[in-house]
């Protein structure tokens, strides 16, 4: 089942990319773009495979797929235009920072071997990701009103 899960998940991302790829050939929005799959990608496979809060089993890790909502509902309204996607993956990084916060004032997987270590560590990369795909989808954007586009 796990590997059917994985394959899944990698399609998915291979095929988003691709359609992506196709929309448009802004070289910063097809980086931003891919970026923000990979830090999708990470974040259900580590989520997924060991989980970030405790275990894989504890059930606090589903309030990871908060931040993919919100970073999945932001593209959607925005309609995946560069300027609006760079919101979307700043909203991403707050609900990732925000997740966090949750977790630590509410001491959720406490009983991990290098909590709050480990949260801490996690919600930076994470956060790393989402900034660094709005900070090129903002770029993505200022190119396209450079060359005309939209």
């Known amino acids: 089942m796990d590997f059917a899960i994985f394959g899944t998940l990698l399609i998915s991302v291979g095929v988003a990319l691709e359609l992506a790829v196709k929309k448009t050939d802004n070289t910063s929005y097809r980086f931003a773009f891919g970026v923000a799959l990979a830090a999708s990608f990470l974040l259900v496979g580590v989520n997924g495979a060991v989980g970030i809060i405790g275990t894989e089993h504890n059930d606090a890790n589903f309030l990871f797929g908060g931040v ?30 925000l997740v966090a916060v949750i977790v630590l004032v509410a001491g959720l997987g406490s009983s991990g071997a290098i909590w709050p270590m480990d949260i801490l560590v996690s919600t930076g990369f994470f956060a790393a990701l989402w900034l660094m795909s709005a900070w090129l989808f903002r770029k993505a954007a200022r190119d396209s009103v450079f060359a005309g586009q939209d």
């Open 68 to 97: 993919l909502a919100v970073g999945f509902v932001g593209a959607i309204i925005a309609r995946f235009r560069p300027l609006g996607m760079a919101f979307a993956m700043f909203a991403a990084a707050l609900a990732q920072v």
